[in-house]
């Protein structure tokens, strides 16, 4: 075990997943000092390095040790640990809501597809040959799996496989490629990822104080806080129509004994529709406010 005090966290040094990653970090209260096109960013303030490197080099590199976490699509790092055996015991600790994508089954547009049967006795080719091979086992279906380090979306053109299994996100390589999406072998989003063993050191301490922020960053993202008046005959159906959330919080207006300021954390968006029927149950004063920080 390296006896490492600061904290290294793998991220990818240029592609989808950098920018994003980079924002959240920042949002968690670490910065970086700018040394982008190098492989090492120092962090200022916390104990935190970044380590940028090709998304496809960071399990590995949590497995080594050489990081503490990384930041990587759910795609390589379940290839990775269908490949690696036991020893290498990786954890996705968080869900990070951004690189959505699927790892899907396509078939030429003119093949009339129907089901996964069909593909036995097929060549299907992909960057995902662990993936791949799972999801045909669970399906329970013979077919070969010809793997191809890039370019996957163009085999069936020339000829080297009848099917493919790639990653979509919008569809569009696909249909360019007069392919069609038939079967999601896997859902991924970025994580968090890192041993299943997290240190008990003060690296381990660093990594609890950083899935508490991300725990935070994560849930404000999408919160909102509602303010409004509403008198106390109103606040029952006031508080009935409120989206989601903990209990409101109340508070009494002074000089005003019947009135209340009803202060409510929502888990989502609130709409105009919602606003208008909140009123409509007799709120006034009504204000939907972003949330910056939260610290349970
Ligand atoms: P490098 O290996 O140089 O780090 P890359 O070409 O493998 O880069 P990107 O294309 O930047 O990587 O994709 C990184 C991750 O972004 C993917 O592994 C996947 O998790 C996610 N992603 C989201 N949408 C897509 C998409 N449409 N195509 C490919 N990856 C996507
Ligand atoms: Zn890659």
């Known amino acids: 075990m390296s006896t490492r005090d600061r904290l290294r966290i793998a991220m990818q040094k240029s592609g989808r997943l950098t920018e994003p990653a980079l924002e959240l970090l920042n949002r968690c209260g670490l910065s970086f000092r700018q040394s982008r096109d190098k492989l090492f960013c120092f962090g200022e303030g916390e104990p935190v390095d970044l380590l940028l490197v090709r998304d496809d080099d960071i399990p590995g590199l949590i497995a080594q040790g050489v990081c503490d976490l990384g930041i990587v699509g759910r795609n390589v790092l379940s290839e990775f640990s269908l490949g690696a055996g036991p020893e290498a015991d990786l954890a996705e600790w968080r869900q990070l809501g951004f690189g959505r994508c699927r ?13 996964p049967a069909q593909l036995a006795g097929r060549r299907i080719a992909t960057s995902y040959p662990g993936l791949l091979g799972q999801w045909l086992r669970t399906q329970g279906i013979d077919a070969g799996v010809v793997t191809l380090a890039g370019s996957v979306e163009i085999a069936p053109r020339l000829g080297t496989a009848d099917a493919i299994c790639d990653l979509v996100q919008s569809g569009g ?29 003060e690296r381990g301490d660093m990594i609890d104080l950083l899935f508490k922020r991300l725990d935070g ?3 404000v993202r999408e919160s909102r806080l509602l303010l409004l008046q509403a ?12 989206p989601g959330g903990p209990q409101p919080t109340l508070l009494p207006v002074a000089g005003q004994p019947d009135q209340f300021m009803l ?30 920080k939260m610290l349970a």
């Open 263 to 292: 202060q409510a954390l929502c888990a989502g968006e609130v709409s105009w529709r919602q606003l208008e029927e909140i009123k409509k149950a007799g709120a006034r004063e009504m204000f939907v406010l972003p949330v910056e």
């Open 103 to 115: 790892l899907s089954i396509a078939v030429p547009q003119e093949m009339a597809y129907e089901q």
């Open 217 to 219: 960053v994560m849930q």
């Open 231 to 242: 008198s106390r005959g109103a606040l029952d159906a006031v508080t009935r129509l409120l």
């Open 173 to 201: 390589t696909l249909v360019a490629n007069q392919l069609r999406e038939t079967d999601i072998v896997l859902e991924s989003e970025a994580v968090l990822a890192g041993p299943r063993n997290l240190p008990s050191d």
